[in-house]
């Protein structure tokens, strides 16, 4: 199963760009990386997928390395709002065996 | 569109009393469907997933039960609740398979159940 770390918490400010990196060493060939977005009191939200290289959407990037055994989360000019806990994810439902990191607590300031 | 509900939101309940939350999921058929637990300041713990109706199968030993008595219906009980019961407890639906669409990896999950076990 592929264990996810990540660090315990970042600090930034508004208008800047915010990486957050995981590390996922035992990665399988199936699994995807997932980041999720959580405020107090809400479920994770679905931020970002992908599978290698890079994913861009609406809100953030993804970078992913050619080993596949780290990836980064990017926030593109950060508002306070974005102030939340980031989960990366490796796995598929399928599998049911999600492996969940513990998760980033990001503070935007102004 | 797929919507997903659990409810209730907050529950206060005194150690070993009985506990029911129920999810919903509308707008899908056949989805899977998860029970997480969160400690305050922790990430998520896997307790139970369900892929149809009666298939329910357990990731953490405890004195919690999980239910799937319709299709899109997941339900979390215990009869007698422990102090370390307390959490935030979170539904989540996938689709299942292909054809059921969504991304791959992405869990809908439902607004959460606060409960504290006092």
């Known amino acids: 199963l592929a264990k996810t770390t990540q660090p315990i918490s970042m600090d930034s400010y508004e208008g800047q760009e915010v990486n957050i990196t995981c590390s996922h060493n035992n990665i399988a060939t199936n699994d995807y990386i997932t980041w999720y977005q959580q405020f107090p009191s809400q479920g994770p939200r679905f931020i970002i997928q992908g599978y290698k290289t890079k994913v861009t959407n609406e809100v953030a990037s993804l970078f992913i390395p050619a080993d596949r055994k780290s990836s980064t989360l990017s926030l593109p000019r950060v508002s306070l709002s974005d102030t939340a806990v980031y989960y990366c994810?490796?796995?598929?439902?399928?599998?049911?065996?999600?492996?969940w990191g513990a998760g980033t607590k990001l503070i935007i300031k102004p | 569109s797929q919507t997903i509900h659990q409810w209730p939101a907050t529950l206060v309940q005194p150690v070993g009393s009985p506990l029911s939350l129920e999810c919903t999921v509308e707008g899908t058929s056949n989805p899977n469907l998860y029970w997480y637990r969160q400690a305050a300041g922790r990430g998520l713990q896997l307790l139970f997933y369900s892929v149809g109706i009666g298939q329910i199968s357990s990731e953490v030993p405890q004195n919690l039960s999980a239910s799937r008595p319709q299709d899109r219906q997941f339900i979390l009980s215990s009869k007698k609740l422990l102090l370390s019961d307390s959490g935030f407890y979170l539904c989540a639906w996938h689709p299942s398979g292909v054809a059921g669409g969504g991304r791959t990896g992405e869990l809908f999950f439902g607004e959460g159940s606060r409960l504290t076990v006092l």
């Open positions: 994810l490796v796995g598929r439902p399928s599998n049911y065996q999600l492996i």
